[in-house]
């Protein structure tokens, strides 16, 4: 964009808001603070706005041919499924965070499955990435 690699700026906070977002609510769940996933939720909605910002200027450098084609698919994979993992799992607990009335009183353990998958997919993207350059 406007020659400016945007998406070298931009990608390192999916990265680190993915695994912080994962991290807070592991330890909400292991220390028995439920305060600390309101924590984890403001940083998973971070994560998925900025997951999806990295995805786009990351499918508009590839489009512009500056890396060849067969060395973006295996990045290009991991980024796209885990922009798309992160936006269900944004969405599904704003939902439920919308609906909420009280304090939180189950962390359903499937969310911790699902944030652990889209951490994964992240950290899999990245060291993909990282092989780019």
Do not use: N
Request: proline share 4%; glycine share 8%; net charge neutral.
């Amino acid at each position: 964009m406007f020659d400016f690699p945007l998406h070298r700026f931009v990608v390192h906070f999916p990265i680190a808001l993915t695994v912080f977002a994962f991290a807070y609510d592991c330890w909400a769940i292991s220390s028995k603070r439920p305060d600390l996933h309101d924590t984890g939720y403001s940083i998973s909605l971070w994560a998925t706005v900025s997951a999806l910002v990295a995805v786009v200027t990351g499918l508009q450098i590839a489009s512009l041919g500056e890396i060849g084609k067969d060395a973006i698919t295996g990045h290009a994979l991991y980024g796209i499924s885990a922009a798309i993992v992160m936006a269900a799992f944004g969405l599904w607990r704003y939902s439920a965070h919308a609906r909420q009335e009280g304090p939180a009183e189950k962390y359903p353990t499937l969310w911790v499955f699902i944030q652990g998958l889209a951490a994964l997919l992240v950290i899999a993207a990245a060291v993909t990435g990282h092989r780019l350059f």
